[in-house]
Every structure is written in structure tokens, then in C-alpha cells.
């Protein structure tokens, strides 16, 4: 049994200096010569550190003063296709001058989506707008670094040629706009 051990412990003891010397090759190896031998360009094996233990990530960035506002505004009834519709919602705090938008999160509803419907977020008279045609509720950064104190609107339509069919009836609509204050 003792010999079987010995022998056991030898067989992978070779194994891994093989792996040790296949892994030096592949890792220092740039070339094969004519003869067909790996050439190893250092003589020493390569040290493989193993992975850190226990690390933890680095803190976040120190950020500056925030605020936020949220606006809530009643979306309009679809009745017909091709026409534009427009939820506004006002700002009823006052945003610090110089404030910029780091997040914008909204949520719209409808009795239900037409075939059809289309929606997008603008900001500040569609100067940038946003898709949410596929998401009735999320967040983005696509607005980041714009003013905070410039009001949003919600832009929807039905695209089609053929009736509307039953009107869509218009829920209550919100956005909530997280902002960086100045300095």
C-alpha cells in the first residue's frame, strides 16, 4: 500500500512540473523553430500568483450634494390613430441653478397598448428625447449633465391606417428627476 502511495504521489508530482513547464512555454513561447521544438525564451518558470483573497471593490467616488423632484401628470385618452398626444410635467419645486440631471426615472400607463403605439421622453421642448415606447416604467442617463430646472414631457402616438378601435384611456404618468447641485 505504502508503495502504491509513493508511487501515486510521484506520477502527479511529474504531472504538474509538466503542467508548470507546458504552461512556462505557452506563456513565453513567441515562436517554434524550424525543428519543431518549443523554444523557451526564459530559462526560469513562470510564477503564477494566485488570485487575491478577499479584495473589495474601491469606494464609490465621492459625489457631491443631490436633490430630486418628481412630477406626476394624468396621460391623455388615445381615440384616434396619427395624432400626437402630449403629457407635460411641471416642476412644482424649485431646482437650484446650475443643477444637472445624473438619473431620470419615469412610469406611464394606458388601458391598454394599442398595435401601433409608439412613446418617447423629451426634455426641455424635444431638444433630446428618449424611446420608452417598450418600457412603461424605467430609469436611463441619457439625459445626464443636461439643466434639471428644463420640464419633460411624454410624446405618444398610434401608428396604423386602419381604426383605433376602443380609445386607449390615459393613466397617471410620473417622472422623477435626480440631480447633481453645483460645486
Known amino acids: 500500500m505504502a508503495l502504491l502511495r509513493t ?23 513567441l515562436s517554434v523553430p524550424a525543428t519543431g ?74 388601458s391598454e397598448k394599442p398595435v401601433g403605439f409608439e412613446a418617447v421622453l423629451c426634455w426641455n421642448n424635444r431638444q433630446r428625447c428618449w424611446n420608452v415606447t417598450n418600457n412603461a416604467s424605467g430609469s436611463t442617463g441619457a439625459f445626464n449633465g443636461k439643466d434639471a430646472a428644463q420640464p419633460f414631457t411624454l410624446h405618444y402616438r398610434v401608428k396604423g391606417g386602419s381604426q383605433l378601435g376602443p380609445p386607449a384611456r390615459g393613466e397617471m404618468n410620473q417622472v422623477i428627476v435626480t440631480y447633481q447641485l453645483p460645486g
Open 7 to 29: 508511487a501515486l504521489v510521484a506520477t502527479l508530482g511529474l504531472a504538474l512540473a509538466g503542467t508548470v513547464v507546458a504552461q512556462t512555454r505557452v506563456d513565453r513561447t
Open 37 to 110: 521544438a518549443p523554444a523557451i525564451v526564459a530559462p526560469h518558470a513562470a510564477v503564477i500568483a494566485p488570485p487575491p483573497q478577499n479584495t473589495l471593490p474601491p469606494p464609490p467616488a465621492p459625489r457631491g450634494p443631490s436633490g430630486s423632484y418628481a412630477a406626476d401628470a394624468m396621460g391623455a385618452t388615445i381615440l384616434a390613430k396619427n395624432a400626437d398626444y402630449e403629457t407635460t410635467f411641471s416642476i412644482s419645486t424649485p431646482v437650484p441653478p446650475g443643477a444637472t440631471i445624473s438619473n431620470v426615472s419615469w412610469r406611464y400607463g394606458l
